[in-house]
């Protein structure tokens, strides 16, 4: 038996090679490759909890995202066929962020971040062009979950960017 820090105790009588596999796999898990990995996490949260933050105000009562979707498909405010199944979606977008999350923790880095940078440009889009829309007065855009939502958004991307970068040093 033989004692090596990096892999533990390995029979070395056995002609079996060293581990080399899970090596890679453990420096896979640690270090800067984590770093784009939480960064892209982080703004999936930070997105998702700005959709529930207040969007839109009429008087004294304010509406999250997902109140403003749902009112504006059910009075068809949009004959836009792709407006209209945008709102429709719009539920989805917490789900499809947890599914992110959920292959970020299992390892699936690069299909995380393909999915990760598909919604925060999504995401980021509604968010931007709401705080472009917003406007003072009685009736009108409330700029604290546009701006949280952006915010995250941009993250999220910035943290998937760099998951790519970093996972382009790898072997495959």
Not at 130 to 155: H, S
Request: overall charge positive.
């Amino acid at each position: 038996m033989k004692q090596i820090p990096e892999w533990g105790t390995l029979f070395t009588g056995s002609g079996v090679s060293p581990p080399v596999v899970a090596k890679k796999w453990g420096q896979q898990m640690t270090g800067v490759r984590l770093v784009p990995r939480w960064i892209a996490a982080s703004g999936l949260v930070i997105a998702v909890l700005g959709t529930f933050l207040p969007w839109f105000h009429s008087g004294s009562v304010e509406r999250h995202s997902y109140q403003i979707a749902d009112s504006a498909g059910r009075l068809s405010l949009f004959d836009n066929t792709f407006a209209h199944a945008a709102l429709q979606i719009w539920v989805a977008v917490p789900l499809t962020a947890a599914v992110c999350l959920g292959l970020l923790a299992l390892g699936f880095a690069r299909t995380a971040a393909t999915v990760t940078t598909l919604l925060g440009l999504a995401v980021g889009t509604v968010a931007a062009l709401a705080v472009v829309q917003g406007g003072g007065g009685p009736i009108g855009i409330t700029a604290t979950g546009p701006l949280t939502t952006l915010a995250g958004a941009i993250v999220a991307l910035a943290g998937a960017l760099g998951t790519f970068v970093a996972r382009t040093g790898r072997n495959p």
